[in-house]
């Protein structure tokens, strides 16, 4: 019973995306509000949806277990995670429950999932992430001042560098360190923006 009781302790269950799925459900039963478009697709694009918030999600879990030291607890981080998941965003459960919560309403094809996802990510975002971000800048100090820097924080790039992580205004631009590094020379272009 012990390991049951550890395995809901771990699991990533953010109250705001678990309300808003079920009332999806619940305002789709009582006041009707239909996605409009082939059922077909619908389904489709939701099972997708629903499909990557789940596999994104226990990529992160499993990233994150495998960095723990001793008992993994998921509140409780030991070290800052920083590849896996962790590389592309700096919450990718949040993400993944995102996509799950977009999935089943998208599934359902209710309208009503436009209201309930913005909602519930913005409790989460201010009662969630950002005391979570707090938290884990006192613990990890100058390390997450660095990751924030490189990571973004849900989905998209840091504001300020490109692709890679470079400052904007590098002169070696993604397509040119890309060039740079598969021949082992630079571009034509990148020796003219160096002479420049």
């Known amino acids: ?33 239909h996605l409009r478009g082939p059922r077909l697709l619908l389904r489709a694009g939701g099972a997708v949806a629903l499909a990557a918030g789940c596999a994104l999600n226990v990529w992160a879990l499993v990233e994150r277990r495998r960095r723990a030291v001793g008992e993994f607890q998921l509140e409780h981080p030991q070290s800052l995670v920083t590849t896996g998941p962790y590389a592309f965003s700096r919450h990718p459960m949040y993400v993944g429950w995102w996509l799950i919560h977009l999935g089943v309403g998208v599934l359902r094809r209710s309208a009503w999932v436009a209201a309930t996802l913005p909602a519930a990510a913005l409790v989460e975002h201010l009662g969630g992430v950002l005391v979570e971000e707090r938290t884990l800048e006192r613990q990890f100090g100058d390390d997450w001042a660095r990751y924030r820097e490189h990571v973004p924080r849900y989905v998209g790039r840091v504001p300020g560098h490109d692709a890679l992580g470079a400052p904007e205004g590098d002169a070696r631009t993604l397509s040119t360190r890309t060039a740079a590094s ?3 020379r630079r571009s034509p272009r990148a020796r003219r923006r160096r002479a420049s």
């Open 1 to 33: 019973m012990t390991g049951l009781i550890g395995l809901f302790e771990n699991l990533p269950l953010p109250a705001g995306q678990i309300v808003g799925a079920a009332a999806v459900v619940v305002l789709e039963r009582i006041r009707p509000a």
């Open 182 to 184: 598969t021949t082992g």
